[in-house]
């Protein structure tokens, strides 16, 4: 972990601490959390699920952290294209860099996301991209462009 009051954790108690408020920063194997089972209200995710080694297995532990109601909220995610296939999104230039330095990427499409959240017990709420002014234009972006997305998915009350 770095020190760094602008970077990861460090900027997360950077803000709290400007804002006055009190936060426990938890850094653990997300597809094995150190949480009891439906503790949480909210699962957070900044740029977390593409990195993924195992999607389902982290999905799957965050439905068991999240109370019965419970959102999982993960933001800039990338979806590719349904027209390019994963392997060619990951040779891109900045992808190829971060996997030489052994970060792990994926490149879900829309329908990967979907799939695994299903699988996982959680309900998609809505999945659109900040690019996008009406989120009715979302799923035709991603299908048809690719782009960035906000995932919102709940551990369904049942």
């Known amino acids: 972990m770095i020190d760094d009051p602008f970077v990861g954790v460090g900027r997360a108690l950077t803000l709290a601490a400007q804002d006055g408020t009190q936060i426990t920063p938890v850094v653990a194997d997300g597809e094995n959390l150190p949480f009891a089972a439906g503790s949480l209200d909210i699962v957070f995710c900044a740029a977390t699920l593409h990195h993924a080694t195992n999607l389902q297995m982290l999905l799957q532990n965050i439905q068991r952290v999240l109370r019965p109601g419970g959102v999982l909220i993960a933001i800039n995610e990338p979806i590719i294209s349904d027209a390019i296939p994963e392997h060619v999104a990951l040779s891109e230039a900045d ?64």
């Open 95 to 158: 992808t190829s860099r971060e996997l030489s330095y052994g970060i792990n990427e994926t490149r879900p499409h829309l329908d990967g996301y979907r799939q695994a959240l299903q699988r996982a017990g959680l309900r998609e709420q809505r999945i659109f991209s900040w690019q996008a002014y009406r989120i009715g234009l979302s799923e035709h972006l991603f299908r048809t462009r690719g782009g960035t997305a906000i995932i919102f998915a709940e551990r369904p009350t049942w």
